[in-house]
Each structure stands twice: as C-alpha cells, then as structure tokens.
C-alpha cells in the first residue's frame, strides 16, 4: 500500500505541480540547450519579464523567456528590440548572442500587449520561432515557469 501511495502521490505532483520537458531545439542556445531536460512549476502564474517558461503553442511545447508584459508596447526596428520605447539591447546580455530582428512572415509592429499576454523570444534570435511569428502568448498557453535545467550528457 505504501508502494502504491508514493506511486500515486509522485503522479499527482508531476501532473498538476511540477512538470518535466525535455527540449528537443536549440531556441533558447546557450541557456537552456537541445536535449536538456527541464524541471518547471506549473501554479506560479505570476509571470514577469526575463523568466524562462515552458509554454504550448500551435499544439507543440516551447521554452521561452519573456521580453514584455501585459501593458507593454513591443516594436521591432532596424535597431532592434524596444519595450516601451526603450531599446533592449541583446548583445549587451550574456545570454543574447544575436540581434533581434522582424521576420517577413510575422507580425506587424509596434504592438501592444493586452491583459493576460505576454511576448516571449527565444535566446537564439535568429533560430527561434517565437512571438514575432505567432504574436503574444496568453496565460493560458503558459505551462510553467522553469526551475532547473538538467543537462543532458550521453543518456
């Protein structure tokens, strides 16, 4: 019985607490890579701007971080990336290694960004499918924050 009840108990947290997602493309280089494995919380739905998540999009979950929040105005220019009429310069970051650039088949800029949304991009800007195609994400789409990375070395 007891067995059985951690069995049980280890079902439970893993489908409504916690949750775990292997990352099967390199959007998110060098943070998160492909082939880690994630470990993300699924009741903080408190979500602010730099958090990584694991969201489900067009059928198919993602890991992103979010760049702007419910409120922000986002604009995509020849300079690069602006929340709020503030450029958010990339390069400057460790963890940008590409400057942020419009796609032709995306969305139209400058947008902003309604109650419940949230713009998120991949770190590899130039690899990653993400918000400046499909637009804003909604809480509803979002799975959870990450709270750990594994990587994965040879299993």
Known sequence: ??????????????????????????????????????????????????DIVVLEKNKKKQVMRIVAVSGDEVDITKDGLKVNGHPQYGLEKSYIMENTEQFVEGITFPIILKKNEFFVLGDSREHAEDSRIYGPVSTEEMLGKIMTVIRRRNF
């Open 1 to 50: 019985m007891k067995i059985v009840a951690l069995i049980l108990l280890f079902v439970l947290l893993f489908t409504f607490v916690f949750g775990i997602h292997r990352v099967g493309n390199a959007s998110m280089n060098p943070s998160v890579k492909e082939g880690d494995i994630l470990l993300f919380y699924r009741l903080d739905h408190n979500y602010h701007s730099g």
